[in-house]
């Protein structure tokens, strides 16, 4: 019964911390302005990947930096030995961690998505059935990427050291680990791609969350 | 509860550190309602004791039990009884204390319909109450010091592990937090804490260890530690006059030393086995009888710094 406390407790931090405030206000920001600077010439489906494709980048990005850095600093403040010292287990402090910005972070990339597709809308009212059927992609492309990079910087927090060498290892190899159960599943061609980012998706995050559960149990405070 | 029941029985524990031993196959036990008082010098040990207890670290070797648990292995179910304060304390800064409180409150498994007037109840004992939605952030160091008793006490633990929680407080909130450990004491909560503050350990302590280089040196009751530190009891006598007589009083029997302080100031070390008390109307008549004017006369008590710095020498702490 303690998990969803936990969660709460953990939303209630990120979703006015400076990252996720950043993130509500950069992210709607950048998707109007990419709607309204690139000319739609490759079509509505083209722009609105591009968007996803950058939107999330950046949230990607950010959201597993910011999950490592707040585990590390929550280690080395020593914020964990106060939780643990009571009757809960360990994973679900990691668990809604991982959920708290995985949650908000796509939260902010949804509400983007969603303005891109009003100015789309607004522009091109006649092809707003096609706007939608083309929102599928770039979305579970979103939901897949995040999962992925939230998991890593998750790992990264319970393993690394220092908050410097956490923040270098996310930024450098995390946004690679992301996008490649998603560039697998394109070329590897079996069955239908978005399916199969999914599935790949799920279970690259499942054993990244696993190995961060496993060596934050095994973990001495 | 039997008070005789071993709350804490921690037996033969060893931790290593690399090449350090940290801790040398370390044994004591802990009775219900018993203040333990664990004292040593920095990077004796004391912590790494108290994160094995509460399950933040692992030790190697023999057994480790609260309130009948076994530790590590049942630490969900005896952490229910533990009340703990860390000796570096962390809070989520972006929580105002109620918030705070009432998370950890909650988890401990306190009622969710109490914990209001219980974090009042509390707060209010430690001066905090006007701060209750102030940020963590803006605190100072005292009052996170403050709020780390507080958590502890939060859900009414049988057992309180305080890794020097007096550091840090102001002198009214130290006096306030050890009148309070005392009263919990009284009622049957039993307590461990680990200060280097020798004169809160004196004020608290019914049981005291002393731990060095991961050792346990000494443990007992304070009137036990010096008894084993003093060979000869003392009586300090101070005279208002003094006659050319004086020296009568080292033929009374039991008396083995004078020690002169001044003209004035005497200290008599006597034997141990014999009677102090018939030695003081014997050194009283002594002096009258020899025109002598007493002033004041009194046993003397090794001090709680002179007893462990005996035990420290003795334990090849001090090179």
């Not at chain 2, 840090?168 to 039993?190: A, I, V, Y």
């Not at chain 2, 002393?210 to 000494?218: A, F, Q």
Request: proline residues 3%; aromatic residues 10%.
């Amino acid at each position: 019964m303690n998990f969803p406390l936990i969660l709460k407790d953990e939303l209630n931090g990120f979703y006015k911390s400076w990252v996720m405030i950043f993130l509500w206000v950069g992210l709607p920001v950048l998707a109007i302005f990419i709607h309204i600077s690139v000319p739609n010439q490759a079509g509505v489906d083209s722009l609105l990947f591009l968007t996803a494709l950058i939107l999330t980048s950046i949230a990607s990005l950010l959201s597993s930096a910011m999950l490592a850095a707040n585990i590390i600093n929550e280690k080395d403040t020593h914020v964990y030995n106060l939780f643990l010292i009571r009757p809960i287990k360990r994973w679900q402090l990691i668990i809604s961690k991982f959920l708290s910005v995985y949650i908000c972070v796509s939260i902010a990339l949804i509400i983007s998505i969603l303005i891109g597709i009003t100015i789309d809308y607004i522009e091109t009212p006649y092809l707003f059935e096609f706007i939608l059927e083309s929102v599928k992609s770039p979305l579970i492309m979103i939901f897949a990427i995040m999962l992925i990079s939230s998991a890593f910087g998750t790992l990264i927090g319970v393993l690394s050291p220092s908050i410097v060498v956490g923040v270098i290892i996310v930024i450098f190899i995390g946004q690679y680990v992301s996008y490649i159960p998603t560039a697998l599943s394109f070329l590897l061609n079996i069955g239908d791609p978005l399916v199969m980012v999914l599935v790949t998706s799920f279970i690259t995050a499942a054993v990244l969350l696993g190995i961060a559960i496993l060596v934050f149990n095994r973990k001495q405070f | 509860m039997n008070e005789n029941i071993d709350i804490v029985r921690f037996q033969n524990i060893s931790k290593r550190y690399g090449q350090l031993l940290a801790l040398n196959n370390v044994s004591f036990s802990i009775k219900k309602g018993e203040i333990f008082g664990y004292v040593g010098p920095n990077g004796a040990g004391k912590t790494t004791t108290i994160k094995i207890m509460v399950g933040l670290l692992r030790g190697s070797g023999g057994s480790l039990f609260i309130n009948g648990y076994k530790m590590p292995e049942q630490k969900e179910l005896a952490h229910r009884f533990i009340g703990y304060t860390p000796q570096q304390i962390g809070f989520h800064k972006w929580k105002n204390i109620k918030q705070m409180l009432t998370t950890f409150g909650i988890l401990s498994g306190f009622d969710k319909n109490l914990i209001d007037s219980r974090i009042d109840e509390l707060l209010t004992i430690f001066n905090l109450i006007n701060f209750k939605n102030m940020k963590i952030s803006k605190l100072s160091g005292g009052m996170i010091q403050k709020l780390g008793v507080i958590q502890a006490l939060l859900h009414k633990p049988s057992l309180l592990i305080l890794d020097e929680p007096l550091s840090g407080l102001d002198p009214e909130s130290r006096f306030q937090t050890k009148k309070l450990l005392k009263e919990l004491s009284e009622n049957g909560t039993t307590i461990f804490f680990s200060s280097h503050i020798l004169s809160d350990v004196q004020d608290l302590a019914t049981k005291i260890c002393i731990l060095d280089w991961g050792r346990i040196l000494k443990i007992g009751s304070l009137d036990e530690l010096k008894n084993e530190f003093t060979q000869e009891n003392q009586i300090e006598v101070n005279l208002s006059k003094r006659s050319e007589k004086f020296g009568e009083i080292s033929k009374i029997d039991g008396i083995l030393r004078i020690i002169e302080k001044s003209p004035e100031k005497i200290i008599l070390n006597i034997e141990k086995a014999k009677n102090s008390d018939e030695i003081i109307n014997n050194i009283i008549t002594t002096l009258l009888e020899n025109d002598c004017k007493i002033r004041s006369i009194s046993p003397v008590s090794p001090s709680i710094d002179e007893i462990y710095q005996f035990y420290l020498r003795r334990g090849g702490g001090f090179q």
